[in-house]
């Protein structure tokens, strides 16, 4: 998944937490941490920093601030703005209903937003003080992000329309029954039931009332956004407001699921139609389309394979007036992330993953030149223009979310929000250490090594390594608030992160090895990064661990009838235990057939039967390590029966097993004392046969 889509998710939590008008304000918290070390609760009590938006004079900044309670087990979001200068910080919302996806509009004299203060989730308008707050909306369902056109007279607005038929159409005399009826694939979704699709809705607004609701993909069964990630980027308006430039992939059921070719379409908004699809043809994802400043062209973001989500994402541009289509990265072998036009049309300023960091780079689009204009220990999440310089979105393993601004030439980097400042002071963070060690077919993998605070190197530390999912995700200097390395460091272990086979970052080949070899070179990457470091002498050989969620869950999994004892303890979190079970319960089709390499029934497939024939429940006779299983039943892209399974495998052959199961999480571990008992549960068991 991409950076933005994580931002989108948190918006969401942060939206529906907060269920009711007379709960405490959520805010800043102040907790006060003993022996400077991390702790689950110091975890969860930092602010979640996201969503920069730029006002139209590149003067001040506004962006959202997400606080969580865990003893309300409730989260709330508040709007701040800034001066790009650092100057005049201000929150300028402060009610226990969240605010959210914060626009500057009508030349930057408004602020517009969304919350739920009303009931259901709807926009509204305020000064840039945060005075004067009126609802601007009233769209029956609630509305899940929006945009306004150019010249203020359209606002474009995300939300649910009925997809297909439910019980009670069939049986009107059953409208209680829970059973659903299903008779194609792409049921579910994700964490949800597909029974209702998002659709881009536009009104007419004349700066008071908004008339004339229209939805753009009226009649059609489609998702725009696309789901589960998408959001408002995948939609733009062009300079004028005439026409809007949309994402979709326009397939149901099977086909939907076998597909990843979505495509870019132009919307005539007076005449009320589709009138092109600007990438027929291309097979891929096709998204984020971006109208240059002077509205004569489209850049976007573009894979070249269908059925392959994790393919290189290149820098598209389309001439409007010639259907042109030129690959702007073409030769260049990264992949691009989000993406901003400069003023002047001539360069487009992006980031992307080199290496295990996510830096800023420009892209001259007549040259096709990619200049780095960051370099350093961290990553950027989000860029955005300020007239002749950049804002952007940081963190790193030590830090995480502030707001920089950039200096395009020189890449100097300032920072101008210190969010967690008076939480971060308080705690002492380890040593993260950069090291390239050699593979097996003698090759060179980029590894991050995470220190305990105050590492003493004639001390003997557990170890862990760390098993990334994805499986295309970079090892990279993000910040997670589970698998986070700072709290793992602060617990006395020291963590092995290998970049191995498959992730973004080292260019195109590193990253093809890993489809469809699950069981190849990527698992005796994690044997080179944990053998090689284990020569150390600080390393305690005798308490290593192996932990890792996704892929790495399923890297766990295999490693544990593979690993010749070098490890005493486990720890996977939604990891594929049983590769035929999965093809068969999973939702997103194209990747199995891409990176499994097709059904299990398919005897010729060469590609398939290897990867089958490395399926982690095939070697549950080696199993002889203690393991942790942690499952969410509402991820749907893995199920929790394999989960279950691996626990009851491990129980049945006499290992020592335990298995924290979560009924309302899903792929991730949202609310906040599920994440308090996750990490409890997680260092305990480490604790426990590592200490």
């Known amino acids: 998944m991409n950076i933005k889509t994580l931002i989108i998710m948190g918006l969401a939590t942060a939206v529906t937490a907060c269920d009711s008008i007379n709960e405490p304000i959520i805010g800043r918290n102040n907790l006060k941490i003993e022996n400077r070390r991390m702790t689950p609760e110091a975890l969860w009590a930092l602010g979640r920093l996201a969503d920069v938006q730029v006002s139209p004079d590149a003067q001040k900044i506004l962006y959202g601030v997400t606080y969580y309670s865990v003893e309300q087990n409730l989260s709330n979001r508040e709007i701040f703005v800034v001066n790009t200068d650092g100057s005049d910080n201000k929150q300028i919302t402060l009610s226990a209903k969240s605010e959210y996806a914060a626009k500057w509009v009508k030349n930057g004299s408004k602020v517009a937003f969304l919350s739920a203060e009303s009931g259901e989730t709807q926009i509204w308008e305020m000064n840039p003080d945060g005075t004067n707050r009126k609802q601007i909306t009233n769209h029956k369902g609630g509305i899940s992000d929006f945009l306004y056109s150019p010249d203020n007279s359209k606002i474009l607005f995300i939300a649910e329309v009925k997809y297909g038929e439910r019980t009670a159409d069939i049986y009107p005399d059953l409208p209680k029954s829970s059973g659903k009826i299903v008779n194609d694939l792409m049921f579910k979704h994700w964490d949800e039931w597909v029974e209702s699709v998002p659709h881009p809705f536009i009104v007419d607004y004349d700066g008071e009332k908004v008339t004339g609701e229209r939805d753009i993909l009226q009649g059609e069964p489609y998702e725009c956004p696309m789901k589960p990630f998408g959001g408002v980027e995948q939609i733009a308006f062009s300079p004028d407001s005439k026409t809007i430039a949309y994402t979709c992939r326009k397939k149901t059921g099977l086909e939907y699921a076998i597909s990843t070719n979505s495509d870019i379409y132009l919307y005539d908004i007076a005449a009320g139609k589709t009138v092109k699809n600007l990438t027929e043809g291309m097979m891929g994802y096709d998204i984020n389309p971006a109208f240059s400043p002077d509205g004569t062209r489209i850049a976007f973001q573009s894979m070249e394979r269908d059925g392959c989500e994790s393919d290189k994402n290149r820098l598209m541009i389309i001439e409007l007036a010639t259907g042109e289509r030129t690959d702007v990265s073409k030769g260049w072998d990264q992949s691009c992330e989000q993406f901003v036009w400069d003023n002047s049309g001539q360069n487009i300023y992006l980031i992307s993953c080199q290496h ?88 060179q993998m980029h590894v991050w090594v995470i220190y305990p605070p105050h590492f003493d190197p004639n001390k003997k530390y557990p170890t862990l390594l760390y098993c990334e999912g994805g499986p295309q995700s970079p090892v990279s200097q993000f910040w997670s608030y589970r698998w986070n390395f700072q709290i793992m460091a602060a617990n006395d272990y020291i963590i092995v992160a290998p970049n191995r086979r498959g992730l973004y970052g080292f260019g195109s080949e590193w990253l093809e090895e890993i489809s469809g070899d699950y069981g190849g070179l990527c698992m005796q990457d994690y044997f080179t990064a944990i053998d090689t470091y284990s020569k150390e002498p600080w390393v305690d050989t005798e308490h290593l661990g192996c932990v890792g969620a996704s892929f790495g869950g399923y890297s766990v999994y295999w490693i544990a009838g593979h690993h010749e004892k070098r490890f005493k303890a486990f720890i996977a979190h939604d990891g594929m235990f049983n590769f035929e079970q999965q093809y068969l319960e999973t939702e997103e089709m194209w990747f199995e057939n891409h990176d499994i390499g097709g059904p299990f029934w398919d005897k010729e497939n060469e590609v398939a039967q290897r990867s089958y024939a490395n399926s982690p429940h095939l070697f549950v006779d080696k199993w002889d390590t203690p393991i942790l299983c942690i499952h969410g039943e509402k991820d749907y892209r893995i199920l929790a029966s394999q989960g279950m399974a691996a626990f009851s495998a491990a129980k049945l052959r006499g290992v020592p097993a335990e298995l924290l199961i979560f009924p309302d999480e899903n792929h991730w571990v949202l609310q906040p004392q599920n994440g308090i008992l996750w990490q409890r549960t997680f260092f305990k068991w480490l604790d426990k046969w590592l200490k």
Do not use: C
């Open 356 to 443: 295990g960091t996510i830096q800023i780079y420009n892209a001259d689009i007549k040259a096709k030149v990619f200049k780095q204009i960051t370099v350093g220990q961290h990553d950027f999440e989000q860029i955005a223009m300020a007239d002749n310089q950049i804002v952007a979105v940081r963190h790193s393993m030590s830090a995480p979310n502030d707001i920089y601004i950039v200096n395009p030439t020189s890449g100097e980097q300032r920072q101008i929000t210190f969010e967690n400042k008076h939480l971060l002071e308080q705690m002492d963070f380890g040593n993260v250490e950069e090291r390239w060690m050699k593979t097996v077919d003698d090759k």
